[in-house]
């Protein structure tokens, strides 16, 4: 496979995992960590690396909102839920990048 194809279908994967994590809403970054070691906020990080590596300035939030669908504070406000203090001792324990 030439390295153009095998991009365009990384890009391709890249924005199905975009699109299931947008239409699973329910699933909370807590859920992610614990379960796969990242969350859309690491994949956010991680766009923002992936640019900055090309010479493209962008910053955190507008990744975010690329990764989210929408504002952060406004998928917050609408989605994410309380969680315990013990389960969330345990996030802080868990590498975050």
Request: aromatic share 10%.
């Amino acid at each position: 496979m030439d390295k153009n194809k095998s991009t365009e279908i990384e890009a391709a994967a890249f924005r199905r995992l975009v699109q299931h994590f947008q239409e699973s809403p329910e699933v909370q970054n807590i859920d992610l960590m614990e379960l796969a070691g990242f969350c859309r906020n690491c994949l956010s990080k991680w766009y923002v690396a992936a640019a900055e590596e090309r010479g493209v300035d962008i910053d955190y939030d507008a990744a975010r909102n690329i990764v989210y669908g929408m504002p952060y504070k406004e998928w917050k406000k609408m989605h994410q839920t309380e969680q315990p203090k013990d389960r969330m001792k345990g996030f802080s324990q868990h590498k975050h990048q």
